[in-house]
Structure formats: C-alpha cells, structure tokens
C-alpha cells in the first residue's frame, strides 16, 4: 500500500490555518492558568506542512496499515508544550491540563512505553480539545480539532532538545555499542536528577524550617489573582518565620485550603485595600507582598498571637502596624 504523498500534502495545507489559529486560542488559556506552577514555561506551534508529511512517510514506513490515512490518523497538528521545574509540578499540570482542556483518553507518560533497555523522549502527553466555552464566535470549527499538550520537567526538556539529532538505533558493532552506552548513561541521569529532586523537596516539606517556603509557595499562587509582580522573596521568608509560629500543625497541614477559603471570603476587602493603597505602595509595603495574605487571615483570627510572634522575632511593629491598618484591622 502506498502514499498519496500529493493528497497528504494538500489535505493538510488546507488545515494548517485552522492549527495554527487554534495555538493562538489555546496557549493564552494554559499560560494563565499555569501562573501558580512558579517558573514554568508555556509555548506552542503548529506543526509545519513539510514536517506533517515527513512524519506522515516515516509513520507510514513503520506501520502502513495503521497510517493509511496519515490525515485521519496523526493527531498533532497542534502542539503546546509545559515546562516545569520538577515532577511534582509535572502531575500539578496534569491537573491544570484537566480543568482548562476537555481531556481525550489518560495522560501518557511517555517513559511506559520504553523497555528499561530502551531510550526515547521522556514527558507527559494529553491529548485534548478546546471547551465550548471557550470557542470563539464563528469559529467553532476550533472545537472538533484534536491538539496534544507535553509536559516535561526542565531536566526532561534538556535532554530532548540535547537528544534530538542523536540515533536512538545506531547500527550494530562495537563503536555503536560505546555510544549507545553513553547515551543510556545520559537519559539514566535526567531521570535520577528529577527523581533526587523530588525525594529531596519530599524530605524539606516535613522539616519545620521549610514550612515558610511551602507557605510561601502556596501564598504565591493565590496572590496571583490580585497582583503578578515580582516580590522581595528574602523579606517574605524573614515575614513568614514569625507568622509560622502562629498556625498549628493541624493549621500547617491544611494551610492551602485555609489560605483559599480566606482569600474568598474577604476578596473584596482585600482587593479594595489594593486599590486604595496602590498610588502610594511604598507606605504599605508588604500589602503588595504574598504574605499579606497571611497576616490578614492571622489578624482575623488570632490577632494577639501575631503580634508577640512578631515581636519575638525582631521585625518592626510599625510595619504590621500599618499593614494592619490598611486592611481594615488596626492593632489600636
């Protein structure tokens, strides 16, 4: 069975305005709601024609029968790719991923399809389709097209980008052999990094000297929805080891779903400081900090304990003081 090379070629020229403009709709979408995984990286394209139909021959080379209709078959005309910096951001995206996307099938992690003697890309692939929702008007044709998104960790994305001109089946012999050896020592190590990265975060989370940083972490992504500005990082965690010591560990253990029930409720208080404080910023200044959101819940709660935690730990009253003040609950 042959390839109508000619056909392939202009069924899919005659589709490649369509992907290129669903990428347009698309990425926006996932670049916003990817915001809370800190220092990821959307980018997306559409796949060129002249790439459609090399990967269409190769594809057909490989399995004739299944890519008869390389058209009907190849369904990544479309591409969005997340960059995360480890596995655990990995699986957050999978979950973003689920929310923005109507998902097509399970994730598939590219790893599972490779014996442990085997190389190739490391990732996640979704397969998915725009929401109704977000269709635009009059072109809702966006909605029956297929696109794929790929989710790697930087580590993973550094070696596919490294990896991409190397033969993953060199011929047989002994100088094959020695670079096969050393490709595998490679992709064994982009693997390791990511897995010691994850085991490592894993132990840091249960120490009580990381709990600012986790806070912080999760602070981050909630302020998002008011302010997406750069924060001074060193003056949060100096801020967050005295507010810390205020929540309990039953608190610490459930602080994401405590700080995003409270940002609900008082969204229009604390959006109305912001207003109201934002030509004079620097008179207020950690009202445009992420852990303002913290001091506002703690003041709501237990006001007293706030205060002699932040006395204890060296940091100026006046600055609570006037935070305090701007959200509505003066110390006075």
Do not use: C
């Not at 990544?76 to 689920?98: C, S």
């Not at 966006?142 to 790697?152: A, P, S, T």
């Not at 912001?274 to 303002?292: F, G, M, R, S, T």
């Amino acid at each position: 069975m042959t390839l109508d090379l000619a056909a392939v070629r202009e069924g899919y020229k005659q589709k490649y305005p369509a992907y290129r403009r669903l990428v347009e709709v698309a990425k926006p979408l996932l670049e916003v709601a990817t915001k809370p995984l800190k220092d990821s990286v959307v980018d997306g394209r559409a796949k060129r024609p002249s790439n459609f139909v090399l990967k269409a021959i190769r594809k057909h080379l490989e399995r004739p029968d299944e890519y008869a209709d390389p058209l009907a078959r190849i369904n990544d005309g479309a591409g969005l790719r997340i960059i995360v910096g480890h596995l655990d951001d990995a699986e957050r995206a999978v979950v973003i991923v689920g929310g923005v996307f109507d998902v097509i099938g399970s994730p598939e992690r590219t790893a599972d399809r490779y014996a442990p003697n085997e190389l190739g890309y490391l990732g996640i692939h979704i397969q998915s389709r725009l929401k109704t929702s977000d269709l635009p008007l009059e072109e809702t044709y966006l909605g029956d097209l297929d696109f794929e998104i790929q989710i790697q960790t930087m580590a993973q994305h550094a070696w596919s980008t490294l990896s991409h001109g190397m033969a993953y089946k060199p011929p047989a012999g002994a100088g094959s052999r020695n670079v096969q050896a050393k490709v595998y020592r490679a992709v064994a190590l982009v693997s390791l990094f990511d897995e010691q990265v994850a085991q490592a975060r894993a132990e840091m989370i249960k120490a009580p000297g990381y709990r600012p940083a986790v806070m912080l972490e999760t602070l981050q992504r909630e302020f998002l929805d008011w302010l997406d500005e750069a924060s001074d990082d060193e003056l949060s965690h100096r801020v967050l080891e005295a507010v810390q010591r205020t929540y309990t560990d039953e608190e610490h253990a459930r602080f994401e779903s405590l700080i995003g029930a409270f940002a609900r409720e008082h969204r229009d208080r604390i959006t109305a400081a912001l207003q109201l404080h934002h030509l004079d910023a620097e008179e207020v200044p950690l009202l445009y900090q992420p852990e303002v959101l913290a001091i506002a819940e703690r003041l709501e709660r237990v006001p007293q304990l706030l205060i002699a935690a932040w006395r204890e730990a060296g940091l100026p009253y006046e600055l609570l003081d006037e935070t305090a003040t701007a959200l509505g609950r003066p110390l006075r």
